[in-house]
């Protein structure tokens, strides 16, 4: 797909482009935050898996320079008209009527005090301002120490403590896999990066912090909620209206970490892998299934189900249980599975910066070479 | 109470099959033949090979797909009734003891399985040999799990977990070194290579020892495998290992046992893992300082799969001392290739001291496409000694092709022949036996001084053959496991004609007739010479015949004979009893300079294709004794030729034509003789990019396949395109050249071929095709869409790559694919049936689609498929989504009415009349610029519902004062926080029950009544199931009930469950009912479906997505 056609395919693209962001996932943090509040009275924060960028990038603008992003940063103001004419939203009601109870958001007053942020991926990030990045694989014991002494320059890696001394805020990671294909290996892989990032943030973590991370919503995701909320008193799954409906993706969003008494997180015996884990949630059954939320007053009545099915003794053997989903940014959102009319003089902008190099980039460029198979694809002219 | 409850209990899913990815393989020795152990979801299913039967299925796992299958290798354990088949899949675990095997190849059923739960994913596993009870796993993460197989052969009691490093892994490799030892190959996430040493034995001082770490891999290996010791030199032996990665290469590394002292194990300093370091891609392995140099043990790297690799293999090896040894490696782009790597063994020896030169080469033999869509999950390999390894794939369309059969199939009559020969081969052969008219071998050169090829070839029977050559000779072939040559003695004026040009073709067996170019017409005849037919005022240019070239000699025969610049064409009789031919005395009259290509009778009307696709009807009339052209058409978009016709076996009126679009196209002749026409009933494009001929093969009693051959680039093309199957793939140099090909009439698997290369005749001749199918596939894509036409005779389905198949769907039969159809270029987003006979499909690009669906009148047991109109109305770009539509029947005449929805948030509604093929736009109407979902005509009124991504539903009416404006019956239904995925409804007068699902897990309820004297729309209730499913809710269908005010529907979501509920207003309010709640083995679902066949009654229900599972509902 070319550019101008992606603009109008994907607004979040063309958004992205013309705000100056690395990537349109900017948008997906901005509205998880307006959703859930991320960045209230956070000040230290760890980025995993953040290649290119955009989700530091955020970070740096709304932290470090104490940008203010709103609505605005995504309304498609027509839309908004015409939800008023068709009556979709009440024209009496800001349009916050059928949404999560939400405090209103404090305004950003300028730059914050002692912000600490430290971007991990496996792929180099270009600097961004105010922000530490390291190259590193999460799922590495090596990795922990590195942190830590980003966090704390007089971290003593000769000490072997795996607990930061000077725990963060707040453990975002928008990371996931190249898929497969092979859809249960996949969920494996992004499961495996989710506790990997889950590892990490029990070490660096204070109690109350929160934890945001990527989810494919696939076979057994049910059981990943279950585990998350022995560590949390709150945990959702979240979608905000830059993410597209057709993608599998979405945000697990837990909130006030409350680590189980005696629990020492350390990547030498993470969690993900082994029973230690399901041995945590057999002892604390009642808190990994039970969380109290205020209802949706969008008026629709929630039915509670009379199950007729038999209990099979194969489905009792794990906890699931289903992590209450919240979808984010306001209807006026733009919406990411929508095409947009652009007007005839649009001129299509560049992205701010080109994609990470597949591992395959060099196959591709000797192909080319051997006029072979990607042969023909036209190479651009300087 | 009780009563009504059980009632309701009734309702179950009860399994009856699934066709998904193919994500294991084994090859399992059974004495006399070998079974093929095929892993499908949870399923093993044991296959014969000697008959390619299924000799019986078992549900291994719960709910865990099976991933990997290994068997003892029989060499090293010799038949043993004690051993067994290790199974595993993410983590679950189990061994089937042989006796297992054995109960259910005889049909019988044996005990289940216990499943065992691995603490992590397992990439690998291994039995030892019969007698020791023992094995291993290895995990995702880089750890040796040890097992024990209990006494009975059934239970499994895990030991503990060993690991020199636990970085995570893509691919796995275990390989028995002794009984105590296994070597352990290891591919990273991140393009590492970990070899290592397991030691059973905990008495050693460690139970692991790291041999090497290889780096060089720029992507994640997905595939690596440990070879058995090869034999380069006498008492020399190596052992190597293949790897392949996102990276796009194959490498072949040097994992020779290194003689090191005294392991040092267990001194992985923890320090080293907590020193804080940057890791991820680039140079920063976890090799340690002794593992730097290791790389250098890279022998071979090569490229030759379009995309990701995800299986290499070791082939033959120990055939000769340092012969070639061969690898094999499958892709995600379908292939597998066959690859030779051939070591320099004086650059081994001294490879230590010049490790910078090539040691070794890997060169690309045989690359074969086996699968549809995408991906080769599946792939083993059987290696016996200097025999063609057996090789068989699974892919993600849920088909096994096998190749290398063992066993010879005794009816075939076709010897394997691949032989390239020139003219000078066949005068020598000819001189050596005393046979050639002339004496002299030197005579091939014409006046010019070029020299004389290869000019005609005709098959007269399955084993001659006859070629002619550009001095005008002719000569004949016998061909057995070898080829003997003759020469038909000619005067030399008949060579003088037929020298530099001629036509040649073979009307019946035996028998070949020639034009020259002096209007000479010559038959020859087996036994009877070559003789002067006709002679006619012009340059013969075409000889087409018209009856089956595999016709019996003995019966009468007719060709036509087109003559240069006459316009008329001539038809030439020939009765063998007599040896007398005569001229038809009904010309055909020719018009527009129309070159004849292919000609058949249909009934006593002359079909006749033209070289620029036109077709005509010719016959004689009241007013004319001669065949006149009656009617014409002409389908093909450029000039491209007919070059076959053929009149369906069993009909007179239907007949196929191939042409060289690459498209055949099945046309019915209306019976009036006086005022015919052509109607097109099916056109489809086989992936064959030139159609040069077409036949229907008898292969049974009851079933009838088509088989067309053609030109694909540079390759000749079998094609059968009853199973959809490649038959032959031979590369030729392109179309334009001589060339000829025989099969048995009732075996298109045989196949004889020969023609022209570089002046060369080559003769190719197959027993059978060099892939088999074993099992039929589906999609090799994730199915998008689903319908079920009304009478439930038919089911189609779409997938991402655009592909849609229509199935023959009947109770207690499996799905039969009937028809493929490429045609959208973009992914499909709906398709729905009207009547029996009528498909429409949308697509991205604003494709919208009408096809017309026939079933032919013949023997020949295809669907017809034609797309009788295209939908142009979109906008100028023409880059929407055409996301859903509706269709219903006018109440005023004959018309459809459409209603779309587009991604620019439009709604439009068209008439489409099939008399006129077009389509009338009636009103549009703009929603707030969400995307719509969903779209439906409520029935008994005029209104069309919609959903949308934000969540709601909307309601829709021509406007009475603009008619062509949509405006909303009531403001917007929030019945979702995100999008609407899926929606159904039933009617009950004037009420409706609306379910929905979403993306945002739940099921929704909208109870709506509509007021006819004009209060409109009313919504009595939103009711909502949170959590319906623990995933997106993808698709959901109402099943009919005839219970009042009842919606049962079953819902399918990306969790993986299939569920049934039960909706039911009343007094006491709506309530909610889960019925059934069953594992999917469809990842990804896409579509779910409920088939009510007409008559019995019977429903299921069909779920697609990452493959298709079917289930009864009872």
């Not at chain 1, 993706?249 to 629990?263: L, S, T």
């Not at chain 2, 061969?326 to 230590?352: A, H, N």
Request: glycine share 8%.
């Amino acid at each position: 797909m070319g550019k101008s056609s992606k603009d109008k395919r994907d607004a979040y693209y063309r958004l992205a482009k013309e705000q100056g962001w690395r990537a349109r996932s900017a948008f997906k943090l901005l509205q998880l935050d307006e959703e859930f509040n991320l960045f209230e009275n956070v000040t230290r924060v760890v980025d995993l898996c953040a290649a290119p960028g955009s989700w530091s990038q955020v970070l740096s603008r709304v932290l470090i320079k104490g940008e203010s992003f709103g609505r605005c940063a995504w309304q498609d103001r027509e839309a908004k008209f015409r939800q008023n004419m068709l009556k979709v939203i009440p024209s009496d009601a800001a349009g916050d009527s059928d949404e999560v109870t939400k405090p209103n958001k404090p305004v950003n007053e300028g730059p914050r005090q002692d912000v600490k942020i430290v971007s991990i991926d496996l792929q180099p990030i270009s600097p961004l301002p105010g922000i530490i990045t390291l190259r590193a694989d999460i799922t590495h014991p090596a990795t922990v120490p590195l942190l830590l002494k980003a966090l704390n320059p007089d971290y003593d890696p000769e000490t072997m403590n795996q607990q930061a001394q000077h725990p963060v805020d707040l453990v975002i990671s928008d990371g996931a896999p190249d898929v497969t294909g092979l859809h249960d290996l996949d969920i494996y892989v992004q499961s495996q990066l989710l506790f990997a990032a889950l590892n990490l943030a029990l070490c660096v973590l204070k109690p109350g912090g929160k934890f945001v991370a990527k989810i494919f919503r696939g076979r057994n995701v049910d059981l990943l909620y279950a585990q998350l909320k022995v560590f949390f008193e709150k945990v959702y799954v979240a979608k905000p209206r830059s993410s597209r409906a057709s993608s599998v993706e979405a945000f697990i969003v837990c909130i006030n970490f409350q680590p189980p008494e005696g629990f020492k997180a350390s990547l030498e015996e993470p969690l993900g892998v082994g029973g230690r884990l399901p041995q945590m949630q057999a002892e604390q059954q009642e808190a990994t299934t039970a969380q109290d939320d205020a209802p949706n007053d969008d008026g629709i009545v929630d039915m509670e189900i009379e199950d007729l099915t038999p209990s099979n003794p194969q489905d009792q053997k794990s906890i699931r249980w289903v992590a209450p989903f919240v979808a984010c940014g306001d209807l006026s959102a733009f919406d990411s599975d929508a095409s947009y009319r652009l007007p005839d003089d649009h001129v299509s902008l560049d992205p701010v910066q080109p994609p990470t190099a597949p591992p395959y980039k060099r196959a591709i460029e000797l192909r080319r070479a051997n006029g072979g198979a990607y042969g023909k694809v036209p190479i651009a002219s300087k | 109470m009780e009563l009504s409850i059980s009632a309701i209990m009734a309702q179950k899913l009860q399994y009856n099959s699934v066709l998904n990815p193919i994500t294991a393989l084994a090859f399992q020795d059974a004495g006399e033949t070998t079974y093929l152990l095929v892993a499908e979801d949870t399923w093993l299913g044991v296959y014969d090979l000697a008959t390619s039967r299924p000799l019986g299925q078992l549900k291994i796992f719960y709910s865990q797909p099976i991933h990997g299958i290994h068997v003892s290798d029989s060499e090293s354990s010799p038949a043993n009734e004690e051993s067994g088949v290790l199974i595993w899949g993410g983590q679950s675990v189990t061994v089937l003891p042989l006796s297992s095997l054995h109960a259910l190849a005889q049909g019988a059923t044996p005990s289940p399985p216990i499943e065992l739960k691995a603490p992590d994913w397992i990439y690998d596993g291994i039995l030892f040999p019969a007698g020791t009870s023992k094995g291993a796993l290895i995990t995702a993460h880089n750890e040796i799990l040890p097992f024990l197989v209990s006494d009975d052969g059934h239970g499994l009691t895990f030991g503990s977990l060993t690991s020199p490093s636990r970085p995570i892994l893509y691919s796995a490799n275990l390989c028995r070194l002794d009984s105590n030892t296994i070597l352990v190959a290891g591919g990273t996430v991140f393009g590492e290579i970990i070899v290592w040493k397991y030691y059973f034995d905990s008495s050693q001082p460690s139970q692991w020892e790291v041999l090497y770490v290889f780096t060089g891999h720029e992507g994640s290996i997905f595939g690596v495998s440990i070879s058995g010791e090869i034999e380069i030199a006498p008492g020399v032996t190596i052992r190597l290992l293949a790897s392949c990665s996102d990276d796009r290469t194959i490498r072949i590394w040097d994992v020779t046992d290194r003689q090191v002292s005294a392991p040092e194990g267990q001194e992985i300093d923890s320090k080293a893992l907590a020193e804080a370091r940057e890791t991820g891609f680039g140079d920063n392995s976890e090799a340690k300082e002794e593992n730097k140099n290791d790389s250098s043990r890279c022998l071979a790297v090569s490229m030759g799969h379009l995309s990701r690799i995800w299986h290499v293999k070791f082939g033959r090896s120990n055939q000769v001392i340092n012969g070639p040894i061969e690898i094999f490696s499958f892709g995600e782009d379908t292939t597998r290739q066959r690859w030779e790597l051939t070591l320099d063994l004086e650059k081994w020896k001294g490879r230590l001291t010049s490790d910078s030169e090539s040691i070794a080469t890997l060169q690309n033999c045989s690359t074969s496409s086996c699968h549809n869509g995408k991906n080769i999950w599946s792939a083993a390999v059987s290696v016996k000694g200097g025999q063609e390894p057996l090789i068989a794939t699974g892919g993600a369309d849920g088909k096994v092709v096998i190749s290398g059969s063992r066993t010879g199939d005794t009816t075939q009559k076709y010897a394997h022949l691949d032989l390239t020969i020139s003219l000078e081969d066949v005068l020598e052969q000819l001189q050596s036996s005393h046979k050639l008219s002339t004496m002299t071998v030197e005579e091939p050169m014409t006046k010019k001084g070029v020299k004389y090829a290869f000019q005609k070839y005709s098959f007269l029977s399955d084993d001659t053959l006859m070629a002619t050559a550009t001095s005008g000779r002719l000569f004949l072939a016998n061909i057995a496991n070898s080829v003997n040559w003759d020469e038909v003695h000619v005067s030399e004026t008949v060579t003088a004609d037929l020298r530099s040009y001629m036509v040649m073709k073979a009307p019946v067996k035996n028998s070949v007739i020639l034009g020259g170019a002096t209007g000479k017409v010559y038959l020859y005849r087996k036994g009877h010479g070559v003789s002067e037919l006709a002679h006619f005022s012009g340059k013969i240019s075409d000889i087409i015949l018209l009856q089956d070239y595999q016709t019996e000699e003995e019966r009468s025969w007719s060709v036509i004979i087109t003559v240069l610049s006459l316009d008329h064409a001539v038809i030439l009789n020939f009765d063998p009893s007599s040896g007398k031919s005569t001229t038809d005395p009904r010309k055909i009259v020719l018009t527009d300079h129309c070159i004849i290509t292919a000609s058949a009778f249909a009934g006593s009307s002359l079909i006749v294709g033209s070289r620029t696709g036109a077709l005509t009807v010719h016959n004689t009339t009241s007013d004319s004794s001669d065949f006149i052209p009656l009617t014409s058409r002409r389908d093909p978009k450029g000039k491209d030729a007919i070059t076959a016709i053929s009149i369906l076996p069993g009909s007179t009126n239907s007949f196929l034509a191939a042409c060289r679009d690459g498209k055949y196209r099945i046309y019915t002749l209306s019976s009036s003789d006086k005022d015919p026409s052509l109607h097109l009933q099916h056109e489809i494009s086989p992936p064959l990019g030139m159609i040069e001929g077409a036949w229907f093969s008898p292969i049974n009693a009851t079933e009838t396949q088509l088989i067309l051959h053609g030109f694909r680039g540079k390759h000749f093309v079998v094609w059968n395109e009853s199973t959809r199957t490649v038959l032959a793939s031979i590369e030729c140099g392109g179309a334009h050249r001589p060339y000829a090909c025989i099969s048995p009439s009732t075996d298109p698997n045989q196949l004889r071929l020969v023609f022209t290369k570089a002046s060369q005749m080559r003769l190719y001749s197959q027993p059978a095709p060099f892939l088999h199918t074993l099992k039929e596939g589906g999609h090799g894509r994730e199915i998008r869409a689903i319908a079920a036409s009304p009478s439930g005779q038919y089911v189609v389905t779409a997938a991402e790559d655009t592909n849609i198949r229509i199935w023959q769907s009947s109770p207690n039969q499996p799905l039969k694919c009937l028809a493929i159809i490429e045609k959208h270029s973009a992914g499909i987003q709906s398709m729905k049936w009207f009547n029996e006979n009528y498909l429409i499909t949308s697509a991205g690009s604003e494709e919208l689609y009408i096809w017309r669906i026939a079933r032919l009148n013949s023997s020949y047991d295809g669907l017809a498929v034609v797309c009788e109109a295209v939908w142009t109305d979109g906008t100028k770009d023409g880059d929407l989504r055409i996301v859903d539509f509706d269709l219903r029947h006018s109440s005023f005449d004959d018309t459809i009415l459409i209603a779309l929805v587009l991604s620019n948030s439009e709604m439009r509604t068209y008439t489409y009349s099939p008399a006129g093929q077009e389509f009338i736009f009636l009103s549009k109407g703009l929603y707030t610029g969400a995307c719509p979902t969903q779209v439906r005509y409520i029935s008994g009124t005029e209104h069309i519902l919609t959903g949308y991504t934000d969540g709601h539903l909307a309601l829709w009416h021509e406007s009475t004062q603009n008619p062509s404006e949509l405006k909303l019956s009531h403001p917007p239904i929030k019945i979702h926080q995100s999008s609407i995925k899926t929606l159904d409804l039933v009617a009950d007068n004037n009420k409706w029950v609306i379910a929905t699902g979403g993306d945002d897990n739940a099921l929704g309820f909208v109870d709506l009544v509509y007021d006819s004297t004009g209060q409109g729309f009313s919504v009595e209730g939103r009711y909502r199931v949170k959590s319906a499913h623990a995933a997106a809710v993808t698709g959901l269908c109402a099943v009919s009930t005839s219970e009042k005010g009842v919606i049962v529907v079953v819902s399918v979501s990306n969790d993986q469950r299939v569920k049934l509920w039960r909706g039911e207003g009343g007094r006491g309010g709506f309530k909610v009912k889960l019925l059934d709640n069953k594992y999917s083995s469809v990842a990804d679902a896409g579509d779910v479906e409920v088939i009510t066949s007409e008559g019995s009654g019977g429903r299921r229900v069909i779920v697609g997505g990452v493959g298709m599972e079917v289930w009864d509902l009872e």
